[in-house]
């Protein structure tokens, strides 16, 4: 069985441009959460899929988007980036909707100049 | 409103000594789900312990053990025999599910554990 893989690793993006961040679910996971955690901070919640369908979503604009895929690997696009986006950007599975254990993967670091 | 607390920056604890690291929830919903990660240096978010809040027992999962005050709402997470592998940022969760918005997943602001040899 697989874990949470994040891909890619690290990128550096200018002000102004567009990122797609990809993840790939743990094996027999239908339900995907993004969140955001800048420097010393705690994750911030930004939405979660469940199915293809968004099903909750932080206090995020929605220049930031979400897709979930057939197969349950899912993006999250972030248009217009601002320095403040700056952050690592984690993605999480879990096996159930509601109220269950959920599995982080290594995250992508995102850098905006 | 702050839905998770966690009022200790830093921490330290001696080896193979244990330590309660503190965390408050605030919700009104009946049913949530209280959890803890680690985080190392490395970035990864490890999963530790999880806790229904219908669930009567306190969770347990070898050295960790969530200490479940559901009156007070806090959620302790006791790590007992400490070792210096432990040494890492400790992060609370909570999850609530309402029909309206979904699932809100909200994380405190950590604490940060040294151990000491």
């Known amino acids: 069985e697989t874990g949470v893989t994040q891909s890619p690793t690290h990128l550096i993006k200018t002000r102004g441009q567009q990122v797609t961040l990809r993840c790939s679910s743990q094996s027999g996971h239908n339900t995907v959460s993004w969140y955001q955690q800048a420097l010393g901070q705690g994750p911030q919640f930004i939405f979660q899929?469940?199915?293809?369908?968004?099903?909750g979503r932080g206090n995020f604009p929605p220049r930031f988007s979400g897709l979930q895929f057939p197969n349950y690997s899912s993006e999250l696009n972030v248009n217009a980036l601002e320095l403040d986006d700056s952050a690592l950007y984690l993605c999480a599975s879990s096996q159930n909707l509601v109220v269950d254990t959920q599995y982080f993967g290594p995250g992508t670091r995102l850098t905006v100049l | 409103a702050q839905k998770i607390t966690q009022t200790q920056p830093g921490m330290f604890v001696q080896e193979k000594e244990a330590v309660t690291l503190d965390c408050t929830y605030d919700?009104?919903?009946?049913?949530?789900?209280l959890f803890w990660y680690k985080q190392p240096s490395s970035g990864e978010m490890i999963f530790l312990i999880y806790?229904?809040?219908?669930?009567?027992q306190n969770a347990t999962e070898g050295r960790y053990s969530l200490n479940f005050q559901k009156a007070r709402k806090s959620a302790n997470l006791v790590i007992s025999a400490s070792q210096l592998g432990d040494s890492a940022m400790y992060f609370c969760a909570t999850t609530i599910y309402s029909s309206n918005t979904g699932n809100q997943f909200y994380f405190g602001t950590g604490t940060s554990l040294t151990v000491i040899p």
């Open positions: 899929y469940y199915r293809e369908e968004e099903n």
């Open positions: 806790q229904g809040s219908y669930d009567q």
């Open positions: 919700t009104s919903d009946p049913s949530y789900g």
